[in-house]
C-alpha cells in the first residue's frame, strides 16, 4: 500500500448519512488519517463533515487531501441531497481544488456535484476545474475523486477527458443492495469499461502515487 493514494467515502467520520447524525463525532478525524498516512506511506482523499468552531450552522460536506504533512481543504459540496446534516457551499467551494501532488493531478466533487445531469446547474464551476486540471503539467496522472454516499440511484459521472475518475461510495454495504458500489474508470473519448470494486468490501479507491520501482 506505500506510495498510494486511499480514496474514503463522504462523511467517513459519521455513523450514518441521515439529518439526525451527530456531527460532533470523532473530532480528531482529521489528526488520526494524518498519523494513518504517516504510518502507511500514503495519501488520503476523505469524505468529511466537520463541525464548525461555533456549532451556529450546519457544517459542510468537504473533501481533504491528507498526508504526514498536514490536511488542506479541497472542495465543499454545493448541492443539496436532502438527506445528510450539512448545508450546501453558495460561493468560494474550490480555493484548493485541482492540485498537483507528486506526480498526480488531483481534484475533488464530493457526490451529486460530480452528477452528470446536475452538469448545467455548475456549468462555470466545471468549467474552471477542467480549466485549472488541464493547466497542471510534468503529472503521470490525472485522477478526479469523488467521496460519495449513493445507496440506490444509478447516476452517470461528470469527467475530466484523459483522467482517471475514483468514486468511493460509503454505501457498497449488504443493507443497500442497489448501491452502484465504488468504482475506477479512466476517462477519454472512448471511456474504458468500470472497474468496480468488489461488493462488500472495503468503500475505497486506489492508485498509484509513485511509478513501479521508485
Same mark, same amino acid.
Given at each position: ?36 498516512? #504517516? ?6 482523499? @476523505? ?5 464548525? &468552531?461555533?456549532?451556529?450552522?450546519? *457544517?459542510? %460536506? ?77 503529472? #503521470? ?6 467521496? @460519495? ?5 444509478? &447516476?452517470?459521472?461528470?469527467?475530466? *477527458?484523459? %483522467? ?51
Amino acid at each position: 500500500m506505500s506510495g498510494t493514494i486511499l480514496v474514503l467515502p463522504e462523511a467517513f467520520n459519521l455513523e450514518s448519512y441521515d439529518l439526525r447524525s451527530n456531527i460532533r463525532e470523532y473530532p480528531r478525524m482529521l489528526s488520526d488519517l494524518q498519523q494513518v498516512s #504517516e504510518d502507511f506511506d500514503i495519501v488520503i482523499v @476523505a469524505g468529511l463533515i466537520i463541525p464548525s &468552531p461555533t456549532h451556529h450552522e450546519k *457544517p459542510y %460536506s468537504s473533501a481533504y487531501l491528507i498526508d504526514a504533512n498536514g490536511a488542506e481543504l479541497m472542495c465543499h459540496k454545493m448541492l443539496q441531497d436532502s438527506q445528510g446534516p450539512y448545508r450546501p457551499c453558495q460561493t468560494g467551494c474550490d480555493g484548493h481544488n485541482a492540485v498537483k501532488y507528486l506526480n498526480v493531478a488531483l481534484c475533488c466533487l464530493v457526490c451529486m456535484d460530480a452528477y452528470e445531469r446536475h452538469a448545467p446547474a455548475q456549468q462555470e464551476r466545471l468549467r474552471l476545474l477542467k480549466e485549472k486540471m488541464d493547466k497542471l503539467t510534468e503529472v #503521470e496522472y490525472r485522477l478526479m475523486c469523488v467521496p @460519495a454516499h449513493i445507496e440506490e440511484n444509478q &447516476p452517470n459521472f461528470w469527467g475530466i *477527458p484523459n %483522467s482517471y475518475r475514483i468514486v468511493a461510495n460509503a454505501s457498497n454495504r449488504p443493507e443497500f443492495p442497489k448501491s452502484p458500489g465504488s468504482s475506477v474508470e479512466y476517462m477519454d473519448e472512448q471511456p474504458s469499461p468500470v472497474i468496480r470494486v468488489p461488493d462488500h468490501s472495503p468503500c475505497i479507491g486506489l492508485h498509484p502515487l509513485r511509478p513501479e520501482g521508485s
